[in-house]
C-alpha cells in the first residue's frame, strides 16, 4: 500500500468551487498514478477552517469515489497558512512510486513536484557523485541520469572492437555503428548498446580508464551532450558529471560540485572495486585517479571545471547522509 499526497485551492467557499476542486484533484491523482478505482482503499481530506460550506469527503463522495472509506477533518488555525486549501491523503494498494499532485495555489506548496528545474552535480572521479545523485533524485521524486555512465558506454563498445581509445578518427568510426542508449526501468537507469543492457560490465577499472579517454575526443561529448539534453527537456532531473553545470545544462537552476582529496577519494574507489571483486591496490587506485584528474581537467573540449556559479562541497571526512542532507538544505526554500 502507497500514500499519495496532493492539495488544491478554492477561490471561494461554496459548495460548486469545492465540490470541482475535489474532483479535479481525485481524478488528476488517478490519471498520473494510473490508478484503478479499485485500487484505493480510503481517501483523507483536511481542509483549512476557513471552509466550512461542504466537506472535501462529500465532494469525493460526489465525483463518484463510493467504493472506499472517506474521511475530512478540519486542520488547526495556523498564523500564514495557505488560505481555502483542501489536502488528501489517497491510500491506494500500487506498487509503483506514488506521484503526488498539487493544483492551484497549493502548487506553491511543493515546488518540487510542480516546477521543473535540473541540477548539475559535476566532481572529479570518485567523489561521490553517483551515489549523492541517487539518493537526492530518491528523495525529490525527480529523474536521476548518470552521465558518467554512457561514456563508459562508448568505451566498453570500443574495446570490445580492439579500437585504441586515444584514436579520435578509430572512435568516431567505431561509434557511429552503435547504438549508445539510455532506459529506465522501475526508475532505474540502464545504459544500453545496441539493444544490450551493459550496466554492469561499463563498472570495471579497464573500462573506467578508457571512458576518461573517450570522453576527451569532442565528437563523442557533442554526441552523447545532445542526448542528454533530450533526456533532460520537459521535466525535472539530476545529472550527475563533469561538465554538467559547464557545458551539459549551463543554464541548470542548481549546481554543485563535490571534490575531496584525491587519498580520500581512492579510499572510496578501492572499496567499491573490492565489493565488485576488483583486486587493486590502494597505491594502484591512487594511480588511476591521478591519472583520470589530470586527463579530464586538461581535455581541450569541456574539461572537468567548478562552474562559476556552483556551490562547491569538500566531503572529506562527510558521510553520505551528511552530504545529502547539506545539498538537499540548500535546495530547501528555493524550490
Known amino acids: 500500500m ?12 461554496t459548495e460548486k468551487e469545492i465540490d470541482s476542486a475535489v474532483k479535479q ?3 488528476n491523482i488517478e490519471n498520473v498514478n494510473k490508478l484503478n478505482r479499485e485500487d484505493i482503499i480510503c481517501i483523507l481530506f483536511s481542509n483549512t477552517t476557513d471552509l466550512k460550506s461542504c466537506y472535501p469527503a462529500k465532494a469525493a463522495r460526489k465525483a463518484g469515489f463510493i467504493s472506499c472509506a472517506l474521511y475530512s477533518s478540519a486542520e488547526p488555525e495556523i498564523s500564514g497558512a495557505l488560505p481555502k486549501c483542501i489536502r488528501v491523503m489517497v491510500l491506494a494498494d500500487i506498487k509503483s512510486a506514488p506521484r503526488h499532485v498539487y493544483l492551484n495555489e497549493a502548487a506553491n506548496l511543493r515546488k518540487d513536484l510542480t516546477k521543473k528545474f535540473n541540477i548539475a552535480v559535476d566532481g572529479p572521479a570518485g567523489s561521490g557523485k553517483s551515489t549523492i545523485s541517487k539518493i537526492v533524485s530518491e528523495k525529490l521524486n525527480i529523474l536521476y541520469l548518470d552521465t558518467g555512465a554512457m561514456y563508459r558506454a562508448c568505451a566498453l563498445a570500443c574495446l570490445k572492437k580492439g579500437i585504441d581509445c586515444a584514436d579520435g578518427a578509430a572512435v568516431k568510426t567505431a561509434l557511429e555503428k552503435c547504438k549508445i542508449t539510455v532506459e529506465y526501468e522501475n526508475g532505474a537507469q540502464k545504459t544500453m548498446v545496441d539493444g544490450k543492457d551493459v550496466s ?13 579517454a573517450v570522453s576527451s575526443h569532442e565528437w563523442v561529448r557533442k554526441t552523447m551532450v545532445e542526448l542528454q539534453r533530450k533526456i533532460a527537456a520537459g521535466r525535472s532531473c539530476i545529472l550527475d558529471g563533469r561538465d554538467v553545470g559547464t557545458n551539459v545544462l549551463p543554464d541548470a537552476e542548481y549546481k554543485f560540485f563535490l571534490t575531496a582529496s584525491p587519498e580520500e577519494r581512492s579510499r572510496r574507489r578501492l572499496k567499491e572495486n573490492e565489493a565488485k571483486g576488483y583486486a587493486q591496490t590502494f597505491e594502484e587506485v591512487l594511480a588511476e585517479i591521478t591519472e583520470r584528474d589530470e586527463n579530464d581537467s586538461n581535455r581541450k573540449f569541456a574539461p572537468l571545471i567548478k562552474a562559476a556559479d556552483a556551490v562547491e562541497v569538500v566531503t572529506d571526512g562527510m558521510t553520505v547522509e551528511e552530504v545529502v542532507n547539506y545539498i538537499i538544505d540548500k535546495l530547501q526554500g528555493t524550490i
Open 2 to 13: 502507497k500514500a499519495i499526497r496532493g492539495a488544491t485551492t478554492v477561490e471561494n467557499d
Open 200 to 212: 554492469d560490465e561499463i563498472r570495471t577499472p579497464e573500462v573506467s580508464m578508457a571512458a576518461s
Open 25 to 27: 484533484l481525485l481524478y
